[in-house]
């Protein structure tokens, strides 16, 4: 009753594998996601910096 067959164990095997997969595609997944927000937020940045270079620059050309 205790004894598993070679097939059922394979079987087993091969789902842990795949649940360790499983897990794995998700901690990277969720890296990406955090990456990603990090990134918009940098862009955010960025966008108000040219959004201020612009504004200074055509001051400077309008006091010329």
Do not use: C, P
Not at 39 to 64: A, F, M, P
């Amino acid at each position: 009753i205790n004894s598993i067959s070679e097939k059922n164990w394979d079987l087993s095997v091969t789902f842990a594998e795949q649940a360790g997969v499983v897990i794995e595609n998700a901690k990277l997944f969720r890296e990406i996601m955090k990456k990603r927000k990090e990134l918009q937020e940098l862009v955010k940045k960025l966008k108000s910096v040219e959004e201020l270079i612009s504004i200074i620059y055509t001051e400077k050309n309008e006091k010329k």
